[in-house]
């Protein structure tokens, strides 16, 4: 599968954001990456579905958005109507892990789960069917710019194994301390959904650096 390069907008600049995403897009960022915290899943909050409206008026690309909250279900259906593609609500933050990722098929979208660091990679099977994705938690959730957590290479590769066995359409995506260092042997270990914040906005040169990261991806 073609390696995708999706830009986290939780690192940019929401004072330039349209200066930040054209440069970002110009390049080539395949997808823009939204990071929706309810300070109760996680200890940090960040913003909302108005995002995403604000994200279809500056660009045209694809959104996905992981759902970093409790109560997955009772915002589902406004990050769809608000223009998001793909939703990756987390296995853990759910009692019922199929019923959210059916209500995200049945309104149209297509579905990921997330799993945390410490989730075994396992959990994937119960939903397998309704899935287009796994998104591998390589730092533990709820704020950017932390460090890659070693173990996460292995649980890609396994993770790609189980795949490969049950449903090979299923993409890897990984989010946490991905950077241009790294992206090239993540993609090795079998992800090929690169979700970078810092790596992006933080650099000197926005333009630079997707150039450079999509290079070391292939």
Not at 51 to 80: C, G, Q, S
Request: charged share 25%; net charge negative.
């Amino acid at each position: 599968m073609k390696p995708l390069l999706t830009p986290s907008i939780l690192a940019a600049d929401f004072a330039n954001l349209e200066r930040d995403i054209n440069a970002a897009e110009r390049v080539g960022a395949d997808y823009f990456h939204l990071d929706i915290m309810d300070g109760h899943f996680v200890p940090n909050i960040s913003f909302g579905p108005w995002v995403a409206k604000l994200m279809r008026k500056i660009t045209d690309r694809p959104l996905d958005a992981h759902l970093m909250i409790t109560n997955p279900r009772e915002y589902i259906p406004e990050f769809i109507e608000a223009g998001v593609e793909l939703i990756y609500p987390h296995i853990e933050a759910s009692y019922d892990i199929y019923r959210t990722v059916q209500m995200i098929t049945d309104h149209g979208a297509r579905a990921g789960i997330t799993l945390n660091p410490a989730t075994p990679i396992s959990s994937v099977e119960g939903v397998i069917d309704l899935i287009d994705a796994v998104l591998v938690m390589s730092v533990c959730p709820g704020f950017g710019g932390k460090k890659f957590i070693p173990s996460s290479m292995d649980r890609i590769t396994k993770l790609r194994e189980l795949l490969d066995s049950l449903k090979p359409s299923i993409r890897i995506a990984v989010d946490g301390g991905v950077t241009l260092e790294n992206i090239g042997n993540l993609r090795k270990a079998g992800a090929d959904f690169f979700i970078a914040g810092s790596a992006v906005f933080e650099a000197p040169d926005i333009e630079e650096r997707v150039r450079a990261m999509k290079k070391a991806m292939k």
